[in-house]
């Protein structure tokens, strides 16, 4: 175990007392050394080292962003999940940024509040409880980092009489250092229902030079922000469980989460009050210095700007690295956030365009050997954020104009609060994230109408939109939860659970365990009932990792189900959703499972056929691309990869040929089940998002070496894959690849058919090329040819019809500015016309401004069954402050709508083409208001 040597004011010969056999050695002091400190203490305490989880949670929609250490273990906790041990320690990627759990507005401003975090955790599943945790947190502190332990003090929640007196009575603290407290600070929940219990939290003691209270009685009890405690760890101690009606019961198995914060101990244990001057943060401030040049006074001088960046960068790097792309909802729209934020703060302290990439370098320096996903993601995550602030750039300036703009007309009529629905424009039509505008509108005296903003969202109500809420999900898993504990009371199902196999015989001979109508257990079910059947074994797939479940019949002596959907609620419990085609059905009924073969088959073909994509893509496009989300179903593969730009006709040629090819290769499939950390090391692909054990399942096809992370002129494909597969490439028959495109911002999607369905795909292919060679009266290999001599051809009719078109509108124009009218001294012509598009209106707009020479022109048309409006004035009336774009905005709202623009030209749209004579004719008094 690493402890520490010489604890100040006597600590080590008080830990020495307390804990006889601890060796006393040296003390961590570097971010790496505390975080190794940690997981090497808990594992010499029989705790399992588990690897962070994904910062997308799998296979949880109640949270966006993984924002603490127990979300990988929460099924466990509920009972849903088992695991090969009891114990588990970790170091967890965490995010904060939406939802209760958001800091962002505090992030810069604040010493230690930041999106990405790292949450050191040791855990219990149904072996030690408050005793042992209380100990072990204890002994951490105090032997393994050397805190002085009259620097630190504890909370208990107000009851718990157990836990305040194992740290007064067995670790012999003073009971005025440990405080009693309330619900707000000292029990925890889950959700409403579910798993709770109450907590013990440690806080270390800044000293009184830290107050910021200046209470004569300062201490951790009164809660009131004061800088001078700081929470450094929370012991939550799960021993209830809480239904709907807020009746808690004892839990048969209760559990331990903890919970520190790594940029917390290492604030400490490196006594530095703000995290920013940790080691964990300053290689990357030193990095931001180091681009702009500053001093460390101007250093100082930018001190938000800094450490907004410094923590951005962080949060960008590892998103990007655990598969997400910027995009307008979800965890995308986090990653743009943290980007774009990062970006603007970046410009006020001195950087002109793009240099995130540089300051996560420095990221990847400080943290990549502990999380190698960034290493292997440095050039993706180069490209991302770069690609975002390049975006971000093209729009800002005007976002930024349309924002001072709004704010002036705020100021005018007297007010502080920027409308919600200005706010939502900004982000919608120029990119421009609420809590950016937040930020603008912060730092010169105004608020933002949050609500407003949320209403005029409509479909985008919330970040985490389309999530379903943790009572929702823990009352669905509990339904199940329940069903597999009356089953295994009856004695029909055993403690493991149902047998799943989908990776043998497609029918098995099984027995009918249950039958589930709604929810509940029903002992029989008849012909045309829709039921979901939980069988002893079962061969069906369940739908994982993008392939699809099975389907197939569950038949039995006097009645056949139809299985169109298979699921797994919980690990143990695995249900059938089937259609009863005659005769009943009666729990337990002696079966046959059967999976629809042909269909399996199907998916197999395409489920393999990916992984040679996969290998093909790398192959040909670069070791960078990356799987960012599939679908393997009976009919097609989806693939999804991440990829600046097109792909080209000939790289696509090529990809496809390289598939073919090693289906031709009649490559065998091989499959072992190897230790997680042995596969990775040797080279094997896993995938982002997805929930690995310590022994996981992988797939090999291809010539491949000892160490298949290099590349060499063979193919090679070695995956974590727990889907079903052909047994050789060459069942795969044949691989086409159907269309290519883009998916999202840097993610590039390709659909591709395969035996069968590629074959039928191919011919029907080539009979269009039949017919159109025969209606062209061309062979098919000069078909191209003579499509593109027709595309010219085309062309050229075009261009003439422009010119003769626009040669008609110059004629039109001649006799219209006859009709323009005198205001005040100035030509005003406001006139309807009948244009084909809005091009047209603003060619025939610039010809009519041209040929009145001084004046002002205001044309209407209805486009599209709606009213459009161009104002057009000349340069000498601009300079006498005729404005273009005030006059569309006085115009538009008679048309039901809204617009703007340049002083010398702008434009609008309406809903109400009735009312555009009215506008028109307005225009005269309108622009007599201006001269």
């Known amino acids: 175990m690493i402890v520490c040597s010489a604890l100040p004011n006597g600590g080590a010969d008080f830990v020495q007392a307390q804990f006889p056999m601890t060796v006393v050695m040296m003390r961590p002091t570097t971010s790496e050394q505390i975080r190794e400190a940690f997981l090497d203490y808990f594992e010499e305490h029989r705790h399992q080292r588990v690897a962070s989880s994904s910062l997308i949670p799998?296979?949880?929609?109640?949270?966006?962003?993984?924002?603490?250490?127990?979300?990988?273990?929460?099924?466990?906790?509920?009972?849903?999940?088992t695991r090969p041990f009891s114990r588990a320690t970790t170091s967890q990627k965490c995010m904060r940024v939406s939802g209760k759990h958001n800091d962002l507005e505090n992030v810069g401003p604040s010493p230690r509040h930041h999106t990405f975090f790292e949450m050191l955790g040791n855990f219990s599943f149904g072996d030690y409880f408050k005793k042992d945790a209380i100990h072990f947190a204890y002994e951490f502190l105090t032997v393994a980092v050397g805190l002085a332990p009259e620097r630190l003090c504890y909370t208990v929640y107000r009851d718990d009489d157990f836990a305040f007196d194992v740290w007064t009575k067995e670790l012999g603290i003073a009971a005025e250092r440990v405080y009693r407290m309330g619900d707000k600070t000292n029990?925890?929940?889950?959700?409403?229902?579910?798993?709770?219990?109450p907590t013990s939290e440690v806080h270390y003691d800044w000293g009184e030079a830290a107050c910021t209270c200046g209470r004569p009685d300062c201490s951790v009890f009164l809660d009131n922000g004061c800088e001078r405690w700081l929470e450094i760890w929370n012991l939550v101690f799960m021993q209830y469980n809480q239904d709907a009606n807020g009746v808690r019961t004892l839990l048969p198995k209760p559990g331990i989460d903890t919970g520190m914060g790594l940029e917390r101990?290492?604030?400490?244990?490196?006594?530095?009050?703000?995290?920013?001057?940790?080691?964990?943060?300053?290689?990357?401030?030193?990095?931001?210095?180091?681009?702009?040049?500053?001093?460390?006074?101007?250093?100082?001088q930018h001190q938000t700007g800094y450490r907004v960046i410094a923590d951005h960068a962080r949060a960008a790097a590892f998103l990007v690295a655990d598969g997400v792309r910027p995009g307008p909802a979800g965890a995308g729209y986090v990653l743009r956030l943290v980007i774009r934020r990062a970006h603007r703060y970046g410009r006020k302290i001195g950087f002109s365009g793009p240099f995130l990439a540089q300051v996560c370098e420095a990221v990847i320096a400080k943290m990549g050997d502990v999380y190698p996903e960034l290493v292997d993601r440095r050039s993706l995550i180069a490209r991302t954020v770069t690609l975002e602030e390049e975006q971000f750039i093209a729009t800002l300036d005007r976002g930024q104009g349309e924002l001072d703009r709004a704010l002036e007309e705020v100021a005018a009529s007297g007010g502080i609060v920027l409308p919600g629905a200005v706010a939502f424009d900004l982000k919608s039509t120029h990119g421009m994230p609420l809590e950016v505008t937040h930020d603008i509108c912060l730092e010169r005296g105004f608020t933002v109408d949050d609500q407003g903003f949320h209403a005029a969202e409509a479909a985008h109500k919330r970040l985490s939109q389309g999530k379903i809420s943790e009572a929702v999900y823990a009352a669905g898993a509990e339904q199940y939860a329940a069903v597999l504990a009356k089953l295994q009371q009856r004695g029909t199902l055993p403690e493991k659970g149902v047998d799943y196999d989908p990776y043998g015989e497609l029918a098995v001979a099984t027995q009918l365990l249950g039958i589930l109508r709604n929810g509940e257990l029903v002992e029989s079910a008849g012909a045309g009932e829709t039921v979901e059947l939980i069988l002893a074994e079962t061969p069906f797939y369940v739908s994982s990792g993008g392939q699809v479940s099975d389907a197939g019949q569950v038949r039995a002596a006097g009645w056949t189900a139809r299985v169109s959907e298979v699921a797994r609620p919980i690990s143990a419990l695995v249900i059938h959703r089937a259609t009863l085609a005659g005769g009943a059905a009666h729990a337990g009924d002696s079966v046959e499972a059967a999976v629809d073969a042909e269909r399996r088959w199907s998916i197999m073909r395409n489920h393999t056929a990916t992984h040679l994509l996969h290998e093909a893509l790398r192959t040909h496009l670069g070791r960078e691309v990356h799987q960012a989300g599939s679908l393997v179903a009976p009919d097609r593969l989806r693939f999804d990869f991440t990829y600046e730009g097109a792909v080209t006709p000939e790289q696509l040629e090529h990809i496809a040929g390289t598939v073919n090819q090693a289906i031709l290769a009649s490559y065998p499939l091989r499959i072992e089940q190897k230790p997680l950390k042995q596969a990775l090391a040797e080279g094997a692909t896993a995938l982002f998002g997805e929930k690995y054990g310590d022994v996981v399942r992988t797939v090999t096809l291809g010539d491949c070496g000892a160490d298949v992370s290099v590349p060499g002129d063979h193919f090679c494909s070695y995956e974590l894959c727990g889907?079903?597969?052909?047994?050789?490439?060459?069942?795969?028959g044949s691989f086409l690849i159907a269309s290519e495109g883009s998916a999202a911002a840097g993610v590039r999607r390709i659909e591709a058919l395969t035996g069968e369905a590629a074959e039928t795909h191919a011919r029907e292919r080539l009979a269009i090329v039949h017919r159109l060679s025969l209606s062209l009266h061309v062979p098919p290999d000069a078909l191209e040819g003579k499509v593109q001599e027709l595309k010219e051809q085309i062309a050229d009719m075009g261009r003439e019809l422009a010119r003769l078109r626009q040669q008609a509108m110059s004629r039109q124009a001649e006799s219209m500015t006859n009709a323009a009218q005198d205001v005040k001294g100035v030509k005003l012509l406001a006139t309807r016309v009948e244009v084909p598009d809005i091009n047209a209106m603003r060619l025939m707009t610039d010809d009519l401004r041209n040929k009145l020479g001084a004046g002002v022109v205001v044309l209407g048309a209805v486009l599209n069954d709606k009213p459009t409006l161009i104002v057009a004035v000349t340069a000498d009336l601009v300079q006498r402050g005729v404005s273009a774009d005030r006059l569309v905005r006085s115009l538009s709202p008679l048309i039901g709508g809204g617009g703007g623009g340049r002083p010398d030209m702008a434009q609008a749209g309406g809903k109400d083409s009735?009312?555009?004579?009215?506008?028109?004719?307005?225009?005269?008094?309108?622009?007599a208001g201006m001269i």
């Open 723 to 732: 889907g079903t597969h052909v047994q050789n490439t060459a069942q795969i």
């Open 914 to 927: 009735s009312q555009l004579e009215a506008a028109l004719a307005a225009a005269h008094a309108a622009l």
């Open 187 to 197: 029990f925890w929940s889950m959700g409403d229902v579910g798993p709770c219990g």
């Open 265 to 300: 101990i290492v604030s400490v244990v490196q006594n530095k009050p703000v995290n920013y001057d940790t080691d964990l943060f300053t290689p990357i401030l030193d990095r931001v210095q180091g681009l702009l040049g500053h001093t460390a006074v101007q250093r100082q």
């Open 58 to 81: 799998y296979n949880d929609d109640t949270i966006l962003l993984t924002n603490a250490g127990m979300v990988q273990f929460k099924d466990v906790f509920l009972g849903l999940e």
